[in-house]
């Protein structure tokens, strides 16, 4: 009883400290992508590989905020389909965060990957014709335009008022209130899972010596980047940071799965939405099924 009590412990103060870490990270991504409105993406409109590379940019930035700027452009017809797959294939939701939090090269190198996979098949999706098979109803998409201004001129006199903005619309709704508790409940959640699971089984161990367990968590692992959240796929992320699961089965999940992203997309259109996720969820079982082949 003795050792639990000492694991949940452990959980605690280690869930508080990874929260704190990445809340830090979100701040600081949050102040750089409020001047994200998209009109870039009207000069690359047309430009098949500028458009999937920027995409793909925008999903690389750890969190979810590159995500919703992606599905937004796709979802006012600035951004093809081709682009649209890159970006969501780019972007794995808060897990970067908490990644980066606990290992910056591991997420450095998870993000450089992703986004040449993402890249490399964004510019394939943009051969296939899609006319028929992707709706093109617009959804709106808020970016905060009434305070747009603040954002446009960093050298004017509303120096005050943007501070004022960022710390409350950002830094106090959107970080804090939506994503403190939740980080941190999903952080204690998993942590005490995989706490108590060590304590009474050799995970690592039971992988090594069954190697049909692995890929059963390989589908597993797609099968939950089903989900338009951040948060269960956090387990992957530990577990591959502890030893107990391969490179590969981070890497399928993370292909799957784009965060809250895929949320706007859904309210636009579930058809959509759909078509994304299962060939984000094939293209993920296809290179963590090869990877793992290789025993990587």
Known sequence: MESLWGILWEVLK????????????????????????????????????????????????????????????????????????????????????FLAAQSPKQALLL?????????????????????????????????????????????????????????????????????ALKLFLYAFGTLLVLGILNHFFDLQTVMENNSWTKWLVLLIAVGIGFLPVSGPHLIFVMLFLQGSTPFSILIANSIAQNGHAGIPLMAQSKRNFLIMKLTTMATGLMVGGILLGFGL
């Open 111 to 179: 993000t450089s990957i992703l986004f040449v996979i993402g890249f490399v098949a964004g510019l394939l999706l943009q051969k296939i014709p899609t006319d028929k098979l992707v709706t093109s109803e617009t959804h709106d998409f808020v970016f905060h335009e009434e305070h747009q201004h603040l954002h446009e001129n960093p050298n004017d006199r509303h120096w005050k008022e943007r501070i004022v903005h960022f710390l409350h619309e950002h830094l106090w709704e959107h970080v804090v209130k939506q994503h």
């Open 14 to 97: 280690e869930s508080v400290s990874i929260t704190l870490l990445v809340l830090i990270l979100m701040a600081v991504v949050e102040s750089i992508n409020i001047s994200s409105s998209g009109r870039l993406f009207k000069k690359l409109h047309g430009k098949p590989v500028a458009e999937v590379a920027m995409a793909c940019l925008l999903g690389a930035i750890p969190g979810c905020a590159g995500g919703f700027v992606v599905v937004s452009m796709f979802t006012h017809r600035l951004l093809s389909f081709g682009a649209l797959m890159g970006g969501m294939m780019a972007t794995f939701g808060d897990e970067a965060l």
